[in-house]
Every structure is written in C-alpha cells, then in structure tokens.
C-alpha cells in the first residue's frame, strides 16, 4: 500500500493561544504541539487545534495519507518509558476502525517531546466533502491531561483542492479561484521545473505549493512563463466550473 506524507499540502486553521494555565509541578501533561509558523515568536510558541489535508493535490494511486503531529511535555522527563492514551473519535463514533491508524503512543525515557503519526485511508474520503478525525489526549498512568487546553486536534481530510494562501497574492493573474486551475497548475509548475534562483530567504526552488513572494514580471519571469502556458490551456480548452456548463468557462486575466 503507498503512502505518502506531504506536509505542504497541510492548509491549517484555528490556533489556539499560549496555555495560561498554572500546572500543578508534581504532575506531568501532555499536549498537541502543532506549531503555527506565521504567529509563533522567539517569546511565546502559539499551537494550531486543527489541519486540512487535501488528497486532491496528490496522484490518484496515493491511496493513503500520513500526518505527523507533535505531542509535548509539561513537566519533568523522565528514565523510563511511559506510555500515553490518545482517543480517537470519528463521526461520532470513538475507537479505531478500519481506514484509521495511529502510531504507538510512548512517550521514551528521557525525552520531552514524541512524534504522534495518524494514518487515514484515501477510500474513507472519497464521497466526502470533509471528514473530520478528532484526537484526545485522555489522562493515563503517567499524565493528568483533562486540564490542559491544547489536548485536542482535529484533522479534517477532504478530497477537493483547496484555495493555497498564495493565491490572493497571484489573483490578478490566476482569477478567481477554481480547482480546474489549480489542478493544471499543480500539472505545470512542478517541483524542479523552474531553476530559477528563489527570491530572499527561502532557498526552495519555486513551484506550486512554494509560489514566489513577489509578482513582479521581472524578478520571476520562469513563473510568468509558466502562468502563460496555463492561459493558453484554458484559451484552447473549452472548461467549465465543476463541469458545469451553465456557468461561464474558465479563462484567465490578461497580463
């Protein structure tokens, strides 16, 4: 079975703010630590409660996906193993069933952090407009956890290509957003396609999901030859939104 983990395509919403809580010394907690890279500083760490996977930007034989998230400690670590409870609820339902698997869930002796991986079936999705997976870090033997505020996350998976944060920066030449485009554009501008020199700190090559910060012509001109091939698709290819025809075809913005 393949498996595929790409974290760009992670679209992340809702953070949490900084845990006030004053905690008890004596004891030991466990929390989602996923962190919001846009809002967190060198001062205070800010965690996100919830992600967006979209299998709609992954080849149709991926057939599953895997998700990495971060458990921290609140307290002291400790020599030996300690083992942690993780609940899993979906649709209601709580307990595992079948499309849905999460890694052990040991947090090892002498660490202060651990790695919680949750693997979802692409065949639980596919009829689905969002299926949410929500995770619970229950009390256990070694950690008192119904207190801590960041002890919930919830995945949502969705076959749809979602809006990329990119594109109200890039909207006066892509338009308005439709998952055709994207689509074609994820078909185009691939990783390594163009071997243009990125501008400022992100040393990443530009492609679909690392888009230039810029968009300006002369700075990344290989982009705006790919944004013309895009065009030239639509202006020879007559497509619809969703397929539907009573709504206008798709066609990009003259530059």
């Known amino acids: 079975m393949l498996k595929i983990n790409y974290i760009y395509i992670l679209i992340a919403f809702s953070c949490c703010k900084p845990d006030p809580l004053v905690f008890i010394t004596n004891n030991a907690y466990l929390q989602f630590a996923f962190r919001d890279s846009l809002k967190s500083t060198d001062i205070a760490e800010v965690y996100l409660d919830s992600m967006i996977y979209s ?65 979802v079936s692409r065949s639980l999705v596919h009829k689905e407009d969002f299926v949410n997976i929500d995770l619970y870090l229950d009390n256990s033997e070694g950690f008192t956890n119904e207190s801590v505020i960041s002890r919930h996350f919830r995945c949502k998976f969705t076959e749809k290509l979602l809006e990329p944060d990119w594109w109200f920066s890039w909207r006066s030449k892509f338009g308005q957003f439709h998952q055709e485009v994207y689509r074609k554009w994820i078909e185009i501008y691939y990783p390594g396609s163009d071997p243009s020199d990125p501008v400022g700190k992100d040393k990443r090559g530009y492609c679909w999901y690392n888009m230039p910060s810029t968009t300006a012509f002369n700075e990344v001109p290989v982009t705006f030859y790919y944004i013309q091939r895009l065009r030239a698709y639509f202006e020879q290819n007559i497509v619809y939104p969703d397929g539907n025809i009573n709504e206008q075809r798709i066609l990009l913005p003259r530059l």
């Not at 996906?65 to 899993?88: E, F, H, M, T």
């Open 55 to 119: 299998f709609g930007a992954v080849p149709n034989h991926i057939d599953e996906a895997v998700v990495a998230i971060p458990i921290k400690l609140i307290g002291q670590p400790q020599s030996q193993d300690r083992r942690y409870n993780v609940r899993v609820q979906h649709c209601c339902e709580n307990g595992l069933e079948d499309g849905i698997r999460i890694s052990e869930t040991i947090l090892r002796s002498n660490s202060s952090s651990d790695t919680l991986f949750l693997t």
